[in-house]
């Protein structure tokens, strides 16, 4: 019930001395007091009844009002039995604190009016809890319907509530994007994953210049029986307008369901990404081998086509007019898995476009470039937030490779993604990324070779050496890159494979008998040293 309806028709006499304009407030129950200090057993929301026995001059007045504020009452109801009329210094001070008074007359008593509130209360309680329970079955209607968007208009439309489901990036799932800033979206992620990193237990709280905020985990490890594997910094993060802590039990009630709701949604997405995970582990794995682009080519066409299915009537029957990117990543300090959740998360977005493979604490992405390759300072601003989520020790590194205009090139890419990645992990920070801008000219001309060229340029040179170790157990590939690296130093070469400079000597001499090349020639070092790198 509400102050006002303490003065409405059927309601005890009472009469409104101050504060006609804070009448809406809420009142939950009623206390009765003539202590001096009753603050300390306010606990927010009461009527306070009193005789005013307590009052012994005007100054009275201001301390126990301020008193009552202070501790959260609502409305203050001074009976008139014991001392008479409502002193008007009782009024100013009431006046002052914005505390609505009513005067109860000397022939209501007391507890006249703690049963028409009691009976309120309940009233209002019972059809709440009415109206919890219809809302409860409407969510669940909503959410096997029209997905987690209807289930927040439900939720805004029907009670006022503000809910948004955030990626931990800080990207809209569901709700309504324009009533959070961008700004507000990266603060209230950051809250989120750093509680999550402390285990402090949900909901989390925010304040922002909004208001208050809390946040509900919703995700593979929202569960108390949930595997830590890393999903901590992948999950989605129910963000409700308010500060559920302070709600009524069965509103609080309301809000879990509804983070339960949300979890279901994303196991039900993670299920369906099973297949397209199984697809870029196929991948990677041909990428690695070498293997001839048509077949690469037929795994492209299956994801682009799968993409597709929720973008377009018809997939594209084509993948040769695409252009793909490569993204190599790493984490240190991390639980395995972490890497290849945060990207799947990160760069899938709601059609699934990339292919994101990997184990451990690596991942590679491959991703349609489109009309707009991804640069390396979008990646970095678009996963800046998990730093919040990432521990003392926790780090992800990212190399980010140039569009690949084939199936064949993907192979380059993905050394120039790695040699990139490098480069992102000698820097400092949390969250490092670095683009093909930034490698060596060496490097990326290796990568822009095609496959076949490359396999062709590399066997030209190492296989008759390689097929030597094998049958004689020599180490001629390991010294080799060793004579390179000492920039032909025979004394400094020698010294680091621990052998005679004569020994050293016979070695380079039977390479250059394999290979018809003089080591003594730049040209020829050149060559190798690039054979080397494409090995």
Request: proline share 5%.
């Given at each position: 019930?509400?102050v006002r309806?303490?003065?409405?028709p059927?309601a005890?006499r009472?009469r409104?001395?101050?504060?006609e304009?804070?009448?809406?407030r809420q ?8 202590l001096?200090?009753?603050g ?6 009461e009527?306070?009844?009193t005789?005013?026995l307590?009052?012994?001059?005007p100054a009275?007045?201001e301390?126990f ?10 409305a203050?109801?001074a ?10 210094d009782l009024?100013e001070?009431?006046?002052r604190?914005?505390?609505p008074?009513?005067?109860?007359p000397d022939?209501i008593?007391?507890?006249t ?10 009233a ?10 219809d ?6 209607s ?7 968007d209807?289930?927040?208009?439900l ?8 809910c ?5 990036t800080?990207a ?8 959070l ?6 603060q209230?992620?950051?809250a989120?994953?750093a509680?999550?990193r402390?285990?402090?237990?949900p909901?989390h709280?925010?304040r922002l210049a909004?208001?208050?905020y809390?946040l509900?985990?919703?995700g593979?490890s929202?569960?108390?029986?949930a595997?830590?594997t890393g999903s901590?910094?992948a999950?989605w993060?129910?963000?409700?307008a ?18 339960r709701l ?6 039900r997405?993670d ?6 995970r199984?697809?870029a ?5 041909l990428?690695?081998r070498d293997?001839?682009p048509?077949?690469i ?9 799968m993409?597709?299915?929720?973008e ?6 084509q993948?040769q007019?695409?252009s793909w990117?490569?993204?190599s ?11 290849r959740?945060?990207?799947e ?26 009309d707009?390759p991804v ?5 970095r601003e678009?996963?800046?937030?998990l730093?919040?989520?990432l521990?003392s ?12 205009s ?5 192979r380059?890419?993905?050394e120039?993604?790695r040699?990139?990645?490098r480069?992102?992990a000698?820097r400092v920070g949390r969250?490092c990324?670095?683009?093909p ?7 990326l001309?290796?990568?822009?070779v095609?496959d076949?060229?490359?396999?062709a340029?590399?066997s ?7 097929a ?10 390991r010294t080799?890159?060793a004579?390179?690296?000492s920039?032909?130093s ?11 400079v004569n020994?050293?000597?016979?070695r ?5 008998e394999?290979?018809?090349?003089d080591?003594?020639r730049l ?13």
């Amino acid at each position: 019930m509400r102050v006002r309806d303490l003065l409405a028709p059927g309601a005890p006499r009472l009469r409104l001395l101050a504060a006609e304009e804070e009448l809406d407030r809420q009142v939950s129950g009623v206390m009765t007091t003539d202590l001096h200090d009753p603050g300390r057993y306010l606990h927010g929301g009461e009527l306070v009844l009193t005789g005013m026995l307590w009052r012994g001059g005007p100054a009275d007045s201001e301390r126990f009002v301020r008193t009552i504020a202070a501790g959260g009452a609502v409305a203050l109801a001074a009976g008139e039995a014991e001392v008479g009329p409502v002193p008007e210094d009782l009024v100013e001070a009431c006046r002052r604190h914005r505390m609505p008074l009513l005067a109860v007359p000397d022939d209501i008593a007391f507890g006249t009016v703690t049963e028409f509130i009691g009976r309120q209360v309940s009233a209002d309680r019972a059809a709440d809890l009415a109206a919890l329970v219809d809302r409860h079955r409407l969510l669940v209607s909503a959410a096997g319907g029209g997905g987690l968007d209807a289930v927040l208009d439900l939720l805004g439309g029907d009670l006022d509530l503000d809910c948004w489901v955030l990626a931990p990036t800080g990207a809209v799932i569901a709700g309504p994007a324009d009533r959070l800033t961008a700004e507000d979206r990266d603060q209230l992620v950051r809250a989120h994953l750093a509680a999550q990193r402390q285990r402090r237990r949900p909901p989390h709280r925010a304040r922002l210049a909004g208001g208050a905020y809390s946040l509900l985990p919703a995700g593979a490890s929202a569960g108390p029986e949930a595997p830590q594997t890393g999903s901590l910094l992948a999950d989605w993060v129910l963000a409700v307008a308010g500060d559920v802590t302070e709600w009524t039990n069965k509103r609080q009630q309301l809000a879990e369901n509804l983070a339960r709701l949300v979890a279901a949604e994303r196991h039900r997405r993670d299920e369906g990404r099973r297949l397209r995970r199984r697809l870029a582990d196929e991948l990677l794995a041909l990428l690695r081998r070498d293997a001839d682009p048509a077949e690469i080519s037929r795994t492209l066409y299956a994801s682009s086509a799968m993409a597709a299915r929720y973008e377009s009537p018809e997939p594209k029957s084509q993948t040769q007019d695409a252009s793909w990117l490569v993204l190599s990543a790493e984490g240190t300090g991390l639980p395995e898995g972490t890497v290849r959740a945060v990207l799947e998360e990160a760069l899938g977005g709601t059609t699934d476009r990339a292919l994101v493979a990997g184990a451990g604490n690596g991942a590679v992405v491959v991703l349609p470039a489109l009309d707009t390759p991804v640069p390396a300072d979008t990646l970095r601003e678009l996963l800046a937030p998990l730093e919040a989520g990432l521990g003392s020790e926790g780090r992800i590194t990212l190399g980010v490779s140039a569009p690949a205009s084939e199936a064949g090139g993907l192979r380059g890419a993905l050394e120039e993604a790695r040699h990139a990645r490098r480069i992102a992990a000698a820097r400092v920070g949390r969250v490092c990324v670095a683009g093909p801008e930034e490698l060596a000219s060496h490097v990326l001309l290796l990568a822009a070779v095609p496959d076949e060229v490359r396999r062709a340029f590399r066997s030209r040179l190492l296989d008759k050496v390689i097929a030597y170790d094998i049958e004689h157990q020599a180490d001629l590939v390991r010294t080799l890159e060793a004579f390179l690296r000492s920039d032909g130093s025979w004394t400094r070469c020698a010294g680091q494979l621990h052998v005679h400079v004569n020994t050293l000597r016979y070695r380079i001499g039977r390479i250059e008998e394999l290979t018809g090349r003089d080591l003594s020639r730049l040209e020829d070092r050149v060559d190798f040293y690039l054979a080397l790198e494409l090995a």
